[in-house]
């Protein structure tokens, strides 16, 4: 079965640089979550999308923003970026109808700021 | 805002024995979801088991169940016979039923160690 898919698996870039993480969701589902979680800490919720919109947002510094496009994948994009956003970023989707209230997680991006 | 608390950061268990993880949570909602998620050393994301709160029974999943109280908003889960692939990070998670696109809640999490 296909599942959530992210890219990179890992980044590695320099203060003040700038990233972007991509999340490919399960076929069928309309809503994609992104989360943050930092070593040893448990994930924090910084954005969702629904049908193409933003729809809940959490923790998400203003340096940070994502969209979710018509192929309802999504982009998290991160700007000036700082040595406390190394951390491993999820994605997460769930489907239309069915078994909403499920999240499905891809691997993860560990991203390092060196 | 709700939250949820897991109060044992670290649990040992000898493998084949029983073990019970406990987990809390506070919320103004009274209709909502529970999931128990395990991350192990890969760090991929697993869903365990989940229980919806206008449920009374409570879920099971092969050896996996729990125990759901909602009026002490307790929900502990049960691992039978385990086993060294079971040595995770547990994170007890909670979801409003309300609708939209809210994220999940997780606890701190518990480390699981199964002795052999």
């Known amino acids: 079965a296909a599942g959530v898919i992210q890219s990179p698996r890992h980044l590695i870039k320099e203060k003040r640089e700038t990233a972007t993480l991509k999340c490919y969701p399960i076929?069928?589902?309309?809503?994609v979550y992104w989360y943050q979680q930092g070593p040893g800490q448990d994930p924090q919720f910084l954005i969702s999308?629904?049908?193409?919109?933003?729809?809940d947002k959490g923790s998400i510094p203003d340096r940070f923003s994502a969209q979710q496009f018509s192929d309802y994948h999504s982009e998290l994009n991160m700007s000036s970026l700082e040595l406390g956003d190394s951390a491993l970023y999820f994605c997460?989707?769930?489907?239309?109808?069915?078994?909403?209230?499920?999240?499905?997680f891809g691997s993860g991006t560990q991203l390092s700021v060196l | 805002a709700q939250t949820v608390t897991q109060s044992q950061p670290e649990m040992s268990v000898q493998e084949a024995e029983t073990v019970t993880l406990s987990c809390t949570y506070d919320?103004?909602?009274?209709?909502?979801?529970l999931f128990w998620y395990k991350q192990p050393p890969s760090r991929q994301m697993i869903l365990v088991i989940r229980?919806?709160?206008?449920?009374?029974q409570n879920a099971t999943e092969n050896r996996f169940s729990v125990n759901f109280q909602k009026a002490a908003k307790s929900f502990s889960l049960k691992i039978s016979d385990s086993q060294l692939g079971d040595a995770a990070m547990y994170f007890c998670?909670?979801?409003?039923?309300?609708?939209?696109?809210?994220?999940?809640?997780f606890g701190k999490g518990t480390h699981l160690i199964i002795q052999p």
């Open positions: 919320t103004s909602e009274s209709d909502y979801y």
């Open positions: 076929p069928r589902h309309d809503t």
């Open positions: 998670a909670y979801r409003s039923a309300r609708g939209g696109a809210d994220g999940l809640t």
């Open positions: 229980q919806e709160a206008y449920k009374q």
């Open positions: 999308f629904y049908e193409k919109m933003q729809s």
């Open positions: 997460a989707s769930s489907p239309t109808v069915g078994t909403t209230e499920k999240l499905f």
